[in-house]
């Protein structure tokens, strides 16, 4: 099994981030997970067997203020998975994307530190997990032959949300999709639009600050 977990991330708004920073982030991100895989891919196909995972992030799946840099190369890995895996399942190869959440692990306490305030109340509104929790869903959702692996109640209406036409596992997540995707669809607006009131109170109050001073 390949687990292709590099990564790390940078946030701020689109105008402060340098373009030299995207591409980094690129090349850490996607490249970082490119490279692995193809030097393992051929041998798995000679074999017949294998198992290839992309560790995403929620931010893989929902773009949120702050994330304009980051959230491109965590997206770029599910096009990725999506087109390996149609390529390699005739040679009985199991790819899977991951999703986890906010991770308790140093890079993600060394990205707290300079958070933009936006991107930091955004993030609150869920809560952190630990990473032996979040390692162990997906090694159990990879060696399953999961293509989807989510954590979390928030992640698990995630990954109802994004399927779309992403390789199903089960006919359990074909039922799942169709009975929940609407009311989820429902309860995602009522985020986003919390999420949207947050930005909107951070303008106005820097706002009030810069005419103050």
């Known amino acids: 099994m390949l687990v292709n977990c590099a990564g790390t991330s940078i946030n701020g708004k689109f105008e402060d981030i340098d373009t030299c920073i995207f591409e980094q982030l690129m090349a850490v991100n ?39 840099a980051y959230s491109a190369t ?9 087109s390996l895996h149609m ?19 140093p890079g993600f306490a060394q990205e707290n530190q300079n958070k933009v305030l936006e991107t930091k109340l955004i993030s609150e509104a869920s809560s952190i ?16 032959g999961k ?14 949300l994004t ?25 995602s607006l009522y985020f986003i639009a919390g999420f949207d009131n947050i930005v909107r109170r951070c303008m106005v109050e820097k706002e009030k600050t810069e005419k103050t001073d």
């Open 163 to 187: 399927n779309g036409m992403a390789p199903v596992s089960s006919i359990a997540e074909i039922l799942e999709s169709i009975i929940f995707l609407g009311i989820f669809r429902l309860l």
């Open 74 to 82: 965590k997206y770029a890995l599910r096009g990725l998975a999506e």
């Open 147 to 160: 293509f989807a692996s989510s954590v979390g109640t928030d992640g698990h209406m995630l990954r109802i």
């Open 87 to 105: 390529e390699v399942k005739p040679y009985n190869i199991c790819v899977t994307v991951a999703y986890p959440p906010d991770t308790d692990t």
């Open 30 to 68: 996607y490249l970082g997970s490119v490279y692995p895989t193809r030097a393992v891919v051929a041998k798995m196909k000679e074999r017949r067997k294998g198992r290839i995972v992309f560790v995403s992030s929620q931010a893989g799946q929902i773009g949120i203020f702050g994330y304009s």
């Open 129 to 144: 997990c630990q990473p032996d929790y979040v390692a162990k869903i997906i090694v159990k959702d990879a060696v399953e």
